[in-house]
């Protein structure tokens, strides 16, 4: 089990978190891998500390782009970019444990999957514990995504050499779950560990904290991207709703 990795992780303004998502990619007991930084143009202190850890390993690799573009735009590049027979997701706030790599690769192998999430766990902005893990489905397809997308982006790793690379669909918020659902085009259906392999930060600021404001781009994702029916778009945007509220309750 040698095959190279490809992380992928962009970022945008990200300097107080990435350090320790950084080294949660070193401390992998799986060395075998790239982490590829593209930062979407940030304006704090990102690029001088991603750029210390790839003078350090030249397993991380930093790449800058030409202007603010968005993160679909900048997950498409990092994937172009990639040169493993996997791809694994890792957004720049989130944290691996250190058996995350081996542990989901042997799961993969073992099982002959193709396209794989784990379980994880949410962490606030200080990294402490909120009690909270999101379990995952032993296996999902096309219309499971587009009802309640139990995918954690940076638990997702699946085969590139036998899926290929995709384009990330151009959307500001949502743009893993319309990335999921082009995967699911191809290969049928995603395959969860009920391991916990990832800690998700929960952020104040968030892009997507915003619940409300995120209809508008189920909207879109559903008629615009996945091409579905006015009906059918509002019945996924009312069940999203409830499972959102469920969830909160």
Request: some cysteine; overall charge positive.
């Amino acid at each position: 089990m040698n095959e190279l990795i490809s992380i992928i992780t962009p970022t945008y303004n990200c300097g107080k978190f990435i350090a320790e998502t950084i080294e949660s990619v070193i401390d992998q007991t799986y060395v075998n891998w790239e982490m590829i930084i593209v930062d979407d143009c940030s304006t704090d202190n990102t690029k001088e500390i991603v750029e210390s850890y790839a003078l350090r390993d030249n397993r991380v690799k930093y790449h800058l782009l030409h202007k603010n573009a968005g993160a679909a735009l900048a997950r498409t590049k990092a994937m172009d970019i990639a040169s493993g027979s996997y791809i694994a997701f890792l957004d720049s706030d989130d944290i691996w444990p250190k058996d995350k790599l081996h542990r989901q690769l042997s799961f993969m192998k073992q099982n002959n999957y193709l396209f794989t999430c784990t379980a994880y766990e949410q962490i606030n902005e200080q990294g402490v514990a909120l009690n909270k893990v999101i379990k995952t489905k032993y296996k999902t397809d096309y219309n499971g995504v587009l009802l309640s997308c139990p995918v954690g982006n940076s638990t997702v790793m699946y085969d590139v050499r036998k899926l290929g690379k995709f384009i990330v669909p151009d959307i500001r918020k949502r743009n893993d779950d319309a990335l999921w659902l082009q995967i699911l085009k191809k290969e049928k259906y995603i395959y969860g560990m009920t391991d916990v392999l990832m800690k998700y930060r929960i952020r104040n600021n968030s892009i997507s904290s915003n619940k409300i404001d995120l209809v508008k781009y189920h909207w879109y994702l559903y008629r615009k991207i996945e091409k579905l029916s006015i009906v059918r778009s509002a019945a996924h945007i009312c069940y999203w709703g409830i499972i959102k509220t469920l969830r909160i309750k």
